[in-house]
């Protein structure tokens, strides 16, 4: 049979309402609100010094003397390296900071506010009637 509402005509027919109320279901759902990715990069520099380096050298020089034992001006010079500085370049690696990575979980209590419907039977009556509820006189 329908919900309609029925008139005092139709007393002979059997009428039943269905009253729905609402009721408050709380679930929860777990989602992903962001992506990170956590990585090294590694940047270059480039670094210019001047280091100052030494070299030994034995020197020979030869002057050539003429008859008379005068100095001519030929000199013949000879140079043989002995030792000299290397330039040796060592990178020490050297900790620049500790970086930590982890997840914490929080919780934390939220309110939730929302509107419930319920239906309630309304009668209207026309004319003298005299209602009675639960053997009470309305």
Not at 37 to 49: G, P
Not at 115 to 123: D, G, M, R, S
Request: charge should be negative.
């Amino acid at each position: 049979m329908s919900e309609q509402p029925k008139t005092a005509n139709d007393h002979y027919n059997e009428v039943t309402l269905k009253l729905h109320k609402e009721e408050l279901q709380v679930s929860k759902k777990w989602i992903e609100t962001a992506n990170v990715t956590v990585y090294k990069k590694s940047y270059t520099e480039e670094k210019q010094i001047l280091v100052p380096v030494r070299r030994e050298e034995l020197i020979i020089e030869k002057k050539i003397l003429n008859s008379e034992g005068e100095t001519d001006k030929n000199i013949e010079t000879i140079r043989i390296p002995l030792r000299e500085d290397r330039i040796e370049v060592t990178l020490q690696p050297t900790l620049l900071e500790d970086v930590e990575i982890y997840k914490n979980q929080y919780e934390e209590l939220k309110h939730v506010i929302e509107t419930l419907k319920e239906e309630k039977v309304q009668i209207e009556t026309v004319g003298d009637i005299k209602l009675t509820v639960n053997n009470e006189l309305l």
